[in-house]
């Protein structure tokens, strides 16, 4: 398989939103409150963060892990689903997954060095194997609609084009060769171990210089890696390109969250250039905390009869916090509206609440009447 094939649309595949921005505006709890509202109306939804910060659980009032669960969230009857990896164990939750029925092989890999620092420390791994995960749980046919909380960060995007990079390189001439290395390594060490093993096999070759340079040790344990990897290389690259389908195809749809500050205003720009260099435009942009009403509980006071002085002025304050807010909101709409022209914007309320998940239920009422500008078409 190679990575032009990585745009083919499958029957069946689910509709998928990515939701990006800068920290602090309220990100993941608008991606929650998207994915319960589509659960409420019917669709079966997976929600899934790429968040290192795992916020995704507490906006959920429910223990989430590396497997898909199910949130018993009312009214959803069972299709809401999430999935939050850990960053510690993403690695190792995939390789479980990826080496099911290949047990011997998976504990091989667990003790290869390299492979152990591959999962502790390289950048992007989180990233790509919790797209992976996604990949694997869309590939059961399970959800209609994926919606994915990326981490708060100008980069937020760039972790979509790491798949196709991956399957480019797992269908490469180099992976190629070093499979070779690896098999051929693996082949002479045990015959060779007492001449001088992986050293003694690469005398006269490129391996040899490459063992001298690197260390027996390293060359040794890359080649292991390379010898585990080719069992479930296939399987591999399927579910990466499976990947690269769904972020980059027809059914994906890329949402921009922002709220009403400056910080927040540059970040969606960036984001939105950055989508625009992947030949993607914003469906559409959320603006959190644009506040466009009083509080409940300010107008029930309000109308009180027996309303004490001191009450009044603190409602004034509260008034005035609320049109700053929505002074604030109309600007930053106004300048976006300017620099973004051809993306819907839609201004989402400040929610006053205790627990995070009651916020999600409130947004996810108000977002209801939007789904369909989000969603793909």
């Known amino acids: 398989m190679t990575a032009q094939r990585v745009h083919t649309r499958r029957a069946g595949d689910p509709l998928v939103v990515v939701c990006a921005g800068g920290g602090g505006v309220g990100k993941t709890t608008t991606s929650a409150a998207l994915a319960l509202g589509l659960a409420r109306q019917g669709r079966s939804t997976l929600i899934v963060t790429i968040d290192p910060a795992r916020r995704l659980a507490s906006a959920m009032g429910v223990a989430l892990s590396d497997a898909v669960t199910t949130v018993p969230f009312a009214g959803t009857n069972g299709r809401l689903a999430a999935l939050m990896p850990d960053p510690r164990r993403s690695m190792h939750a995939f390789v479980d997954q990826l080496f099911e029925g290949e047990p011997a092989a998976r504990e091989r890999l667990r003790d290869n060095r390299v492979y152990q620092g591959l999962a502790d420390a390289a950048a992007g791994v989180h990233e790509l194997v919790a797209l992976n995960l996604v990949a694997a749980a869309a590939?059961?046919?399970?959800?209609?609609?994926?919606?994915?909380?990326?981490?708060?960060?100008?980069?937020?995007?760039?972790?979509?084009?790491?798949?196709?990079?991956?399957?480019?390189?797992?269908?490469?001439?180099?992976?190629?060769?070093?499979?070779?290395?690896?098999?051929?390594?693996?082949?002479?060490?045990?015959?060779?171990?007492?001449?001088?093993?992986?050293?003694?096999?690469?005398?006269?070759?490129?391996?040899?210089?490459?063992?001298?340079?690197?260390?027996?040790?390293?060359?040794?344990?890359?080649?292991?890696?390379?010898?585990?990897?080719?069992?479930?290389?296939?399987?591999?690259?399927?579910?990466?390109?499976?990947?690269?389908?769904?972020?980059?195809?027809?059914?994906?749809?890329?949402?921009?969250?922002?709220?009403?500050?400056?910080?927040?205003?540059?970040?969606?720009?960036?984001?939105?250039?950055?989508?625009?260099?992947?030949?993607?435009?914003?469906?559409?942009?959320?603006?959190?905390?644009?506040?466009?009403?009083?509080?409940?509980?300010?107008?029930?006071?309000?109308?009180?009869?027996?309303?004490?002085?001191?009450?009044?002025?603190?409602?004034?304050?509260?008034?005035?916090?609320?049109?700053?807010?929505g002074d604030s909101a109309a600007a930053m709409t106004r300048d976006l509206s300017r620099q973004l022209p051809s993306c819907p914007l839609i201004r989402l309320p400040f929610v006053e609440a205790y627990a995070a998940a009651d916020v999600v239920h409130a947004l996810s009422l108000e977002l209801e009447a939007h789904h369909r500008a989000l969603l793909p078409q």
Do not use: C
């Open 139 to 325: 590939s059961t046919g399970s959800f209609e609609v994926v919606v994915i909380d990326t981490a708060p960060s100008r980069q937020a995007i760039d972790f979509v084009t790491l798949p196709g990079r991956l399957a480019a390189l797992l269908g490469g001439k180099t992976v190629a060769w070093l499979s070779g290395l690896a098999t051929r390594s693996g082949e002479k060490d045990s015959t060779q171990a007492r001449s001088g093993g992986l050293l003694a096999w690469g005398k006269g070759h490129l391996e040899h210089l490459i063992a001298r340079a690197a260390g027996p040790y390293l060359v040794r344990d890359t080649a292991g890696l390379f010898i585990e990897l080719a069992l479930v290389r296939e399987r591999f690259v399927h579910l990466t390109e499976r990947a690269s389908a769904l972020l980059l195809g027809d059914r994906a749809a890329y949402v921009l969250v922002a709220a009403p500050t400056a910080a927040a205003r540059d970040d969606v720009i960036f984001l939105a250039k950055r989508l625009e260099k992947l030949g993607r435009a914003p469906r559409a942009l959320l603006m959190n905390r644009a506040d466009t009403r009083p509080a409940p509980y300010v107008t029930a006071l309000r109308s009180s009869a027996n309303l004490s002085p001191a009450l009044s002025d603190a409602l004034d304050v509260l008034d005035e916090e609320r049109k700053a807010r």
